[in-house]
């Protein structure tokens, strides 16, 4: 609500869970920076998401899978969590999950799909870096993010 009134952006971070649930907060933040007097076009919201672009959804699910393990197990340990599952992360790789990870058709119109479910979305930024992906597969990621999933994103979305 503050960012709103304010008049400034806001950034979620969406590391679990359905982005869905987070209209709510933005609708808050949208609500107090149009009371605050602020055009709604001033009030932009971006996401922060864990994601990876492979060449297909399995191929990008399996080379992102053992550095999450890794890294949410360590979390996990340190917080006396118990160790994370492949059902876990596939359910979070699934069509309304948060990880925006699969080829770049599935990863666009996962954005899409976001994108009307939170009512617009300016940017998002995508964490695809973890200890066990392998540097070629991190930058063709990058690559395909760039050249196949923006692209499809710009294609569908107005202005």
Same mark, same amino acid.
């Given at each position: ?16 869970? !359905? ?36 060449? @297909? @959804? ?11 393990? !890794? ?25 309304? /999950?948060?990880?925006?990870? /699969? ?37 063709? /990621?990058?690559?395909?993010?760039? @050249? ?12």
């Amino acid at each position: 609500m503050r960012a709103g009134a304010l008049g400034l952006p806001l950034m979620v971070a969406i590391i679990g869970g !359905q982005p869905a649930r987070f209209r709510p907060l933005v609708d808050l933040y949208r609500e107090a920076g149009r009371r605050a007097g602020h055009p709604p076009d001033q009030l932009e919201v971006g996401l922060h998401c864990i994601g990876f672009v492979g060449e @297909t @959804t399995g191929q990008a699910a399996d080379d992102f899978y053992p550095g999450w393990a !890794q890294m949410f197990g360590s979390i996990g340990r340190e917080r006396g969590f118990p160790a994370p599952s492949r059902a876990q992360y596939d359910a979070m790789c699934a069509s309304d /999950g948060a990880y925006l990870i /699969g080829d770049p058709q599935a990863v666009a119109e996962k954005i899409l799909r976001i994108d009307d479910d939170l009512g617009g979305i300016s940017r998002i930024s995508l964490q695809m870096t973890n200890v066990r992906l392998a540097h070629e597969n991190l930058l063709r /990621g990058i690559e395909l993010l760039g @050249t196949a999933v923006t692209p499809i994103v710009r294609d569908a979305l107005p202005g």
